[in-house]
C-alpha cells in the first residue's frame, strides 16, 4: 500500500536520518550537561542558593536529554515508515 510517493518517501528518509543523529547528539550533550546549551535549559534566572541553582539545572539537563532521545525515536518510526514507502514505490515502478 503506497500512500507517498518516490520523492517524498526519500525525503523523508533523508530528513529522518538527519534527525536522529542530530537529536541522539543533543541528548548526549544534555547528559553530560554540556556548558554550551544552559541558555536551552527551563530555569528561573535567580536562586537563593547555589545548590539550589545545581538541582534545578541538573533536572533540566536530564529533562531535555529525555526529550531529545524520545524525539529520536519517533524519527525512527518516520525512517521507518519512510524506508517502507520508498521500497514500495521501487517494486510498483519495476513491475510497470
Given at each position: 500500500m503506497r500512500f507517498c510517493g518516490p520523492k517524498l518517501s526519500l525525503c523523508g528518509l533523508i530528513i529522518s536520518v538527519w534527525g536522529i543523529i542530530q537529536l541522539l547528539l543533543m541528548g548526549v550533550f544534555y547528559y553530560?550537561?554540556?556548558?554550551?546549551?544552559?541558555?536551552?535549559?527551563?530555569?528561573?534566572?535567580?536562586?537563593?542558593t547555589a545548590e539550589e541553582f545545581y538541582a534545578a539545572a541538573d533536572r533540566a539537563y536530564r529533562q531535555n536529554a529525555l526529550n531529545c532521545w524520545i524525539a529520536a525515536l519517533i524519527y525512527?518510526?518516520?525512517?521507518?515508515?519512510?524506508?517502507?514507502?520508498?521500497?514500495?514505490?521501487?517494486?510498483?515502478?519495476?513491475?510497470?
Open positions: 553530560i550537561h554540556s556548558v554550551a546549551l544552559i541558555e536551552d535549559l527551563p530555569i528561573e534566572e535567580h536562586y537563593h525512527v518510526v518516520t525512517l521507518a515508515i519512510s524506508t517502507w514507502q520508498f521500497y514500495a514505490n521501487q517494486r510498483a515502478s519495476s513491475v510497470n
